[in-house]
């Protein structure tokens, strides 16, 4: 080992200096093969990892210490170790379904969140990760996909080449169940309706994707206003209840100008909803400023209806009923659109 690295002070800036290139490039993992790059002498290894400062997580890859015990959540250790594998395969490859919809920010249900989903071209061999080392921690095997893919197919975000947002979303809700699916898809289509004819198309192009069934039977449900999860899922599970399809993310003016965007709206009931289960963790001005905001919305003639996840994950046909009540009680004190016949037929 040479002299340099025998000085802690110099061993640690080395350490610092390849943990800024590294969390630049490569989502915070490196490669022996990048420390020249950084102008680093590779031989400054094995000094770091009888310090414990680097981990090895596969044959020539490593991460720091710090950054590898700093990611408490599963979400956190997944992008390490999807960085990682990137870094340990040979020639191209790209974060694939649910590593992809991470690194894009998707929501996805939690539960699908194990190995690494890895997408390589056509003739490319996925034979990947099988040496085994004796490491205290390395990479479980990846999932490996394989496709070919348009330039215009892929990204790079924080230094990992990853498929595009339409196709992280497919890719993800084609692992899904329905409700979740549906989640997936209308958050890429949120602020971007251009992405619904996008899914269409990747559903015809990977028509032999496991699971592209789901896919196919979610799009028609699938829309470009919910801005949450939770939306989305009330969406679903309330229309099941026998409400009708809202509207969402509707802006509502007074003469004071926008009040703000209503979740839900049902124009022929009169009523707004709000999918806002956090509003009851907060306090002194935000509960204040949204006491002010449902007093504007209500002096339109609307009444609003709140709902929690917890609500409408346990039992939606409650939230549904409410829904309904207020309905019937626009109908008889404010003459709201509708008839007795709707309201009876939506309660039944």
């Given at each position: 080992?040479?002299n340099a690295?025998?000085?802690s002070?110099?061993v640690s ?6 943990l800024a290139?590294?969390?630049d490039?490569r989502g915070?993992?490196f490669?022996?093969?990048d420390?020249?790059?950084w102008g680093?002498d590779?031989?400054v290894i094995?000094?770091m990892?009888?310090r414990?400062?680097w981990t090895?997580l596969h ?7 710090a950054t590898?015990?700093a990611?408490?959540s599963?979400?956190e250790?997944?992008?390490i170790h999807a960085a990682?594998?990137l870094?340990a ?6 974060l694939?379904?649910?590593s ?11 539960d ?6 890895i997408?390589?071209?056509l003739?490319h061999?996925s034979r990947?990760l ?14 490996f ?8 197919d892929?990204?790079?975000?924080d230094?990992l080449?990853t ?13 899904a169940?329905a409700?979740w ?8 289509c949120?602020?971007s309706?251009d992405?619904?004819d996008r899914l269409?198309l ?5 028509g032999?994707?496991?699971g592209i ?12 206003g919910a801005?949450?999860p939770?939306?989305t ?5 309330l229309m099941?209840?026998?409400l ?5 993310q ?5 003469d004071?100008?926008l ?7 049902w124009?022929?009931l ?5 999918a806002?289960?956090a509003?009851k963790?907060?306090?002194?001005q935000v509960?204040?400023d949204?006491?002010l ?7 339109l ?5 709140r709902?929690t996840?917890?609500?409408?994950m346990?039992d ?6 409410r829904?309904?009540?207020?309905a ?7 003459g709201?659109g509708?008839?007795t016949t709707r ?6």
């Amino acid at each position: 080992m040479p002299n340099a690295y025998r000085a802690s002070a110099e061993v640690s800036a080395i350490r610092e200096h390849v943990l800024a290139h590294s969390v630049d490039t490569r989502g915070g993992v490196f490669r022996r093969s990048d420390l020249r790059t950084w102008g680093v002498d590779p031989g400054v290894i094995d000094a770091m990892l009888r310090r414990r400062w680097w981990t090895r997580l596969h044959h020539g890859v490593f991460v720091d210490t710090a950054t590898l015990e700093a990611a408490a959540s599963p979400q956190e250790r997944h992008r390490i170790h999807a960085a990682a594998t990137l870094a340990a395969i040979a020639g191209p490859a790209h974060l694939f379904a649910t590593s992809a919809a991470l690194q894009h920010g998707l929501p996805f249900d939690r539960d699908l969140l194990g190995p690494v989903h890895i997408l390589r071209p056509l003739g490319h061999d996925s034979r990947a990760l099988r040496r085994r080392l004796t490491a205290t921690d390395r990479l479980e095997p990846a999932i490996f996909h394989q496709h070919d893919l348009a330039d215009d197919d892929v990204a790079t975000i924080d230094g990992l080449s990853t498929v595009m947002r339409p196709l992280a979303a497919l890719s993800t809700a084609a692992l899904a169940q329905a409700d979740w699916a549906v989640v997936t898809l209308d958050a890429v289509c949120w602020q971007s309706p251009d992405s619904l004819d996008r899914l269409a198309l990747l559903a015809e192009e990977w028509g032999r994707l496991r699971g592209i069934g789901t896919v196919r039977q979610v799009l028609p449900q699938v829309r470009c206003g919910a801005q949450t999860p939770l939306e989305t899922l009330s969406r679903l599970r309330l229309m099941r209840g026998g409400l009708p399809e809202p509207r969402l993310q509707v802006p509502l003016h007074d003469d004071e100008g926008l009040i703000g965007y209503a979740d839900m709206l049902w124009d022929d009931l009169g009523i707004v909803g709000e999918a806002d289960g956090a509003l009851k963790y907060s306090f002194g001005q935000v509960v204040f400023d949204e006491k002010l905001r449902e007093d504007r919305i209500r002096a339109l003639g609307y009444i609003v209806v709140r709902w929690t996840w917890d609500e409408i994950m346990r039992d939606p046909n409650r939230v549904a009923a409410r829904i309904l009540a207020a309905a019937a009680i626009q109908r008889r004190h404010h003459g709201w659109g509708g008839t007795t016949t709707r309201i009876q037929a939506l309660r039944g």
